[in-house]
């Protein structure tokens, strides 16, 4: 009975937070339909339903998920490549203080420096196909590393003297001890890192315009004056950037809770 009523009151505080979402939602879209009927200028601003008639009719053509998935992929490896960089770099630094003082510098210039300028400087050095997959690896290594950094200097002190007492060393420690300690921390840096890189990724492609491309067509859309395409894409943006925080969060909440569930 208890455990009905639990469950009851937590899908009626779920159905109440989608409720007011929703209300949220609803406020903005008629203030910007509002805007965009008093600015009466469709260069300048058009509104929400006129941009989601025109993404309906981008999304029944091949070249919307073309240029989605290639986006999508270019970003999606760099994201991968510097979240697993990171966590690599991280296992070293917290092992070895050389390590740790020599990156140091690095990681604080990557995440001070302005995208723009790495965007400008990597083209020099690699082709505009691949200029989405460094920027995304550059947005992500300095917050995966400095989190799981954070997450290994916090490990609870009695589990590393208990592994020391049981004998546990190299993958024995790091799956007994450091897993459980760093995943919460490597959770946070995910979710942040992946919304940096897929914007940071978008605005590479929108300076190197590689071909089927969303960064492409945002740029097309900027040079025509094509405002409700402009609109359209931006959309897309966002609703991929959400899709995609949705999935991986989900998925590493899942881990982590069947990690806890472990005798």
């Known amino acids: ?3 009905g009523l639990d469950n009851g009151m937590r899908e009626g505080g779920r159905l109440r937070t989608w ?26 601003l058009v509104g929400p339903l006129e941009v989601l008639a025109r993404l309906v009719e981008l999304a029944g053509t091949g070249e919307f998920w073309a240029s989605v998935a290639t986006s999508l992929a270019r970003i999606g490896a760099g994201f991968l490549g510097g979240a697993v960089s990171g966590v690599v770099l991280a ?33 020099l050095w690699v082709s505009s196909r691949d200029l989405s997959v460094v ?12 989190n799981v950094c954070e997450g290994i200097s916090q490990t609870d002190p009695a589990l590393l003297e208990m592994a020391e007492v049981f004998g546990l060393r190299g993958l024995d420690r790091v799956r007994l001890v450091y897993l459980s300690q760093v995943l919460p921390y490597f959770r946070a840096a995910v979710s942040l890192a992946l919304g940096l890189s897929w914007k940071a990724g978008i605005a590479a492609e929108v300076i190197g315009l590689p071909d089927l491309t969303i960064g492409e ?10 405002t409700p395409d402009l609109f359209a894409w931006t959309v897309a943006i ?16 899942a881990a982590l809770r069947r990690w806890e569930a472990r005798p």
């Open 135 to 146: 920027i995304a690896w550059i947005m992500a290594l300095p917050i995966v590393y400095t």
């Open 19 to 44: 409720g007011v979402r929703l209300l949220v939602a609803a406020f903005w879209l008629a203030v910007w339909q509002l805007v965009a009927c008093a600015v009466d200028s469709r260069i300048i």
């Open 1 to 3: 009975m208890r455990g």
């Open 217 to 226: 067509h945002l740029y097309d859309a900027k040079v025509y004056l094509d």
């Open 91 to 123: 296992a070293a630094a917290s092992r070895l203080a050389a390590v740790r003082e020599l990156l140091a510098p690095v990681m604080g210039a990557l995440k001070a420096v302005p995208v723009a300028s790495f965007v400008i400087l990597v083209l």
């Open 238 to 253: 966002v609703v991929v950037s959400v899709a995609l925080s949705a999935v991986v969060g989900k998925g590493l909440d």
